[in-house]
């Protein structure tokens, strides 16, 4: 009798400890959801990512100088095995690789710009792998990946994280709190409430990644003119935030700001802006 009232509370000892655990892991989890959408960056820290898609010349031949010329960062995310795109021509590896060499980011934007969700499962890993990979047999430094169209849904955003260490449509909305993430910027954009956004990302100490295609004198409706480019970037450098690569950015404010978090994953609303 007195073994079994032994055991009775030892099981009762052990359901208990056990209840304890479980409710202790749900406050945390509650805990850093809402620091993580509702507070400002722990690290006190602000930044600003510039990323481009689409490997357009114009990125090359406008975009580069300015950024250089200010000691800022960039992503470039590029279309590996087309050499037009849109009746555009395309940056070459030499290009590219001048641009590595001299601190900017090259990422992949698949092989050949298909919408993810409209691919077979052997066709989306090979967009996915194959570009990183040949890529990389080119000398590039391959961490970072973005959607054509940003079309995915959760299963693809989850294979892909499997092959890069960033997709930048992990941050896809905006949380509240210290990740104001891939807004898209175009030829109807308002700069000077772009602008602002950049002044309240400093202010609060957010990361602010921003979408951008060609910029170029004559924009279409997915690009930026030169003349408004200019200004988002004296806005840049008038409100002192840094201005960094998403590699850049991801190393300064580290794990706790990129919404990696398993649970925080299913918050993540995809969306398709851009092309």
Not at 33 to 61: G, Q, V, W
Request: hydrophobic share 35%; glycine share 6%.
């Amino acid at each position: 009798m007195v073994e079994r009232g032994i055991k009775q509370n030892l099981k009762k000892s052990m359901l208990f400890v056990s209840m304890i655990i479980v409710l202790l892991s749900i406050f945390l989890g509650v805990i850093v959801f809402i620091d993580a959408t509702n507070f400002d960056n722990p690290r006190n820290d602000s930044c600003l990512s510039f990323t481009f898609d689409d490997r357009l010349e114009s990125h090359y031949d406008n975009v580069y100088p300015l950024l250089k010329e200010r000691n800022f960062g960039g992503t470039f995310f590029v279309i590996m095995n087309l050499t037009q795109f849109e009746d555009r021509d395309l940056m070459s590896i030499e290009e590219m690789m001048e641009m590595q060499d001299n601190g900017f980011e090259i990422g992949s934007h698949t092989l050949t710009h298909q919408k993810s969700t409209e691919l077979e499962a052997k066709e989306l890993e090979k967009e996915l792998k194959e570009s990183k990979r040949i890529l990389e047999e080119n000398g590039f430094v391959v961490d970072s990946f973005s959607f054509p169209y940003r079309n995915y849904d959760d299963d693809i955003l989850e294979q892909a994280n499997m092959h890069y260490n960033i997709v930048r449509d992990n941050y896809n909305i905006d949380t509240g709190g210290f990740l104001h993430n891939s807004e898209g910027v175009f030829s109807t954009t308002n700069i000077d409430e772009l602008c602002e956004k950049i002044a309240d990302a400093q202010k609060k100490n957010k990361w602010l990644i921003l979408v951008l295609h060609g910029i170029n004198n004559n924009p279409g409706y997915w690009d930026l003119s030169i003349e408004d480019f200019n200004k988002l970037l004296d806005c840049a450098e008038d409100s002192g935030i840094k201005v960094k690569s998403l590699r850049g950015c991801e190393e300064d404010i580290g794990m706790f700001g990129t919404l990696k978090f398993s649970f925080m994953k299913k918050f993540i609303k995809p969306k398709e802006i851009g092309f």
